[in-house]
C-alpha cells in the first residue's frame, strides 16, 4: 500500500511539474509569434488525462504493485525524458507552431513523428496494470486513442500549414 501511494504520489507531481514546464513554453512560444491550434480539443484532453489519474487514485491507492509491470513503466518514464529533452523549450502540452522554425530531428524525433504521444499511450495503458486494474488500463487505452487521433491530425495540419508559403 505504501508503495503504490508513493508511485501515485510521484505520477502526480511529475504531471503537475510538466504542467508548470508546459505553461512557461507555451507563453513564451506565443510571444515569440506562436499560433495555437488545435484548442478546441485540449480542454477534452486534460479531463481525459485527469480522470485518467484521478482514477487511480481512487482505484489503486490501496492495491499490491506489481512490479514488472512498474519496471516496464519506469523504462516508458526514461523514453518520455528523452522525447522532452530532445524538443526542449518546444515541448508543451498544446500545439503552438511558430513560423519559420524547423521541426525537431533529433533523439526519438529521428524515427518518429510523435515519440511523446506514444510514451503517453504507453503510460496510460501500463500504470493501470501496475495494479492489476486491467479494464481500467483497457477503457482509457481506448479514449486515449481517440484522443491521439484528433491530436495528431490537429498537429500534423498545424505543421504542414506552417511550412507553405504565405499567399
Do not use: C
Amino acid at each position: 500500500m505504501i508503495l503504490s501511494l508513493v508511485i501515485l504520489a510521484l505520477v502526480t507531481l511529475q504531471r503537475l511539474g510538466e504542467l508548470v514546464v508546459a505553461r512557461r513554453n507555451t507563453a513564451r512560444l506565443l510571444a515569440e509569434g506562436g499560433v495555437e491550434r488545435g484548442a478546441e480539443h485540449y480542454p477534452l484532453m486534460v479531463s481525459l488525462h485527469a480522470a485518467w489519474l484521478i482514477g487511480l487514485w481512487v482505484l489503486a491507492w490501496d492495491r499490491p504493485a506489481n512490479l514488472p509491470w512498474l519496471a516496464a513503466y519506469l523504462a516508458l518514464e526514461i523514453l518520455r525524458i528523452w522525447a522532452l529533452a530532445s524538443i526542449g523549450r518546444r515541448w508543451t502540452t498544446r500545439i503552438i507552431v511558430v513560423p519559420g522554425e524547423r521541426l525537431v530531428r533529433k533523439g526519438p524525433y529521428r524515427f518518429l513523428p510523435h515519440p511523446n504521444y506514444l510514451v503517453v499511450a504507453g503510460e496510460i495503458a501500463v500504470l493501470p496494470l501496475v495494479f492489476g486494474l486491467n479494464a481500467y488500463a483497457l477503457v482509457f487505452s481506448l479514449l486515449n486513442a481517440a484522443m491521439l487521433w484528433l491530436r495528431i491530425r490537429a498537429e500534423d495540419a498545424a505543421l504542414r500549414d506552417a511550412r507553405q508559403p504565405a499567399i
